[in-house]
């Protein structure tokens, strides 16, 4: 069984300099890519930039913007049974990319484009694919998370999404709690170190894929 796993932040350059980005460190994705190859599959793992030790037996593709992130991942998941979105891709990239350096000097007022849906993407055009998509959110109660996670996994067609929110496990710790959604409407919820919730998602994902309610 091949499973591709997305992982960590993308860059989006405002000029050969500058980027937009965020505070993933890719050790969710990379624990779920390590559990994965544990379990005996065939992993890749379509990574933006970080500073995690791959796990043995994995293979890892190197992409730095969403574009790229995006270009890989459906090269790599036209073959997969599992598609792991667990990078925190950038919603938005500048609608022009300046070359070299930008000068300093003034005010530089930017216009912001929206980056493709990878997620959306791969349903839409792999529909044999099992996806998983992971939504992160900042300081909302849980009833607020769970309920916009919910959203998402109707709004793509998902059998289950990983919810979490990074106020309280945030980026670059060891320890997280999530709430695994199912399309079946099953809500369940996993803590402690990353590695250790890893494998206890995949127990979910691996009892077969729910059918919607």
């Known amino acids: 069984m091949k499973v591709v796993v997305s992982a960590g932040p993308t860059r989006e350059y405002l000029d050969d300099v500058r980027f ?5 460190s890719g050790k969710m994705g990379y624990a779920m890519a390590a559990e994965a190859a544990k379990r005996g599959f065939d992993v890749v793992v379509v990574s933006g ?7 043995a037996d994995v293979r890892v593709v190197s992409v730095s913007s969403a574009e790229q992130m995006h270009k890989a991942v459906m090269k790599e998941v036209k073959d997969a049974d599992y598609f792991i979105s667990a990078a925190a891709v ?13 000068s300093s000097d003034g005010v530089w ?4 484009v929206p980056t493709v849906k990878i997620v959306s993407e791969v349903v839409k055009r792999f529909p044999r694919v099992k996806v998983v998509g992971f939504k992160a959110e900042h300081g909302v109660s849980q009833k607020e ?6 959203r998402r996994l109707r709004e793509y067609g998902l059998p289950w999404i990983v919810a979490n929110d990074v ?18 409407g099953s809500v369940t919820s996993f803590c402690g170190r990353k590695r250790a919730v890893a494998s206890r998602v995949w127990g979910v994902l691996l ?4 059918r919607r309610r």
């Open 49 to 55: 930039p970080v500073s995690v030790k791959p796990p």
């Open 167 to 184: 106020s309280v496990s945030p980026f670059g710790g060891d320890f997280t709690k999530v709430w695994v959604l199912g399309a079946d």
């Open 109 to 112: 007022t930017l216009r912001l």
């Open 207 to 210: 009892s077969g894929a729910p």
């Open 20 to 24: 937009l980005s965020n505070g993933s």
């Open 90 to 102: 950038s919603d938005f990239m500048p609608a022009v990319r300046v070359g070299g350096k930008r």
């Open 145 to 150: 998370l769970l309920s916009r996670a919910g």
